[in-house]
């Protein structure tokens, strides 16, 4: 426990050392067994942070002006964005601009959460949110991928299918019998008091290690192309800083402080575990696009973390 809250309170500079330690060990040792490790590790991860949801909110009535300008940013405009600053940037990289692609195609992860918590925003819909992003994120992937990108890269629609049961239907059910079982046996209080604040630890943790692994997979392509390094960054954080003022802009003049808070998280967070995991097991040829994937955690949780700071001056006071 003291590790993983120590990882949790150094969050940024963990996925520095994790970075830093896959290049290092990826580029002088043999890790390609790692590859297997990505499908389980993307399960850890997701499965903690949903044991922490509030099922029983999703019976409540929805804010549909919010969850529906949030899904129209998430699945019309952030896509169409990162396929349009992929194709300015990547337009003979079919790979980056897939990486990019999935970036924009999957939002919300539940560190929307975790951001949503710590910014005071609206909690029930943020775990709204990260609801129908994960299914909706599920059902419209592989198509996706295939009406963008269908005529340059071969699209293995149901390995993707596959992929997406394991690391978010499968870990979905898993936690609402995990919750239902610890109340029925426990109780909510020693739920809410004592459990529900650890489990989201482990996810943190595994996100440092998928990153790890991640690094170490690809880090004989970043060692032999150094520059690859600057040609990803500078358009990941034009994409980065696109959604972000866009989400800004959006929840400042349509919804109160409380709900643009959710909003922003809903939107700017995107779900780079499922991204990664896709990446790596459905195409085997596009190691530059797990590179880039991985490379936008270190932005993502930058841009999360300012955000929450940021908040008091964004969105004033109700």
């Known amino acids: 426990m003291i590790v993983l809250k120590f990882i949790k309170n150094h969050l940024i500079s963990s996925i520095f050392v994790s970075i830093a330690l896959g290049i290092l060990i990826g580029s002088n040792m043999d890790v ?8 389980p590790l993307t399960f850890l991860l997701v499965y903690p942070m949903l044991v922490t949801l509030d099922f029983n909110s999703l019976k409540q009535k929805a804010n549909y002006k919010l969850q529906i300008t949030t899904q129209i940013l998430n699945f019309i405009v952030f896509p169409t964005l990162a396929f349009g600053i992929g194709y300015l940037f990547f337009k003979d990289q079919t790979y980056l601009r897939l990486g990019l692609l999935l970036i924009g195609l999957l939002p919300t992860s539940g560190m929307t959460i975790s951001w949503t918590v710590m910014a005071k925003g609206n909690i029930q819909e943020a775990i709204r949110m990260v609801v129908i992003g994960l299914l909706f994120g599920a059902f419209l992937t592989p198509f996706y991928i295939t009406f963008f990108l269908g005529t340059e890269i071969d699209v293995p629609i149901m390995d993707i299918i ?4 394991i690391v978010i239907f499968i870990p979905l059910i898993a936690a609402f019998l995990t919750q239902k079982f610890i109340i029925k046996k426990y109780g909510i209080e020693t739920f809410t008091q004592k459990v529900k604040p650890v489990f989201p630890l482990f996810s943190t943790f595994f996100v440092v290690i998928i990153l790890f692994v991640a690094m170490s997979l690809k880090a ?12 990803i960054l500078l ?8 959604m972000f003022v ?4 959006t929840a400042r003049i349509l919804f109160n402080r409380v709900d643009g808070i959710a909003m922003v998280n809903g939107t700017v967070i995107r779900d780079l575990s499922l991204s990664l ?12 696009a797990a590179l880039l994937i991985a490379l936008s955690y270190v932005i993502q949780v930058q841009i999360a973390a300012w955000n929450v700071k940021a908040t008091t001056y964004l969105f004033k006071a109700e």
Request: glycine share 2%; hydrophobic share 60%.
């Open 246 to 249: 866009i989400s800004i802009f």
């Open 32 to 39: 390609s067994w790692l590859k297997n490790l990505i499908l």
């Open 162 to 165: 596959i992929q997406i049961l």
């Open 235 to 242: 358009p990941l954080i034009l994409f980065y800083f696109a």
């Open 220 to 231: 004989d392509l970043l060692v032999r192309n150094p520059s690859l390094l600057f040609d």
């Open 277 to 288: 995991a896709i990446v790596l097991s459905t195409f085997s040829d596009a190691g530059v």
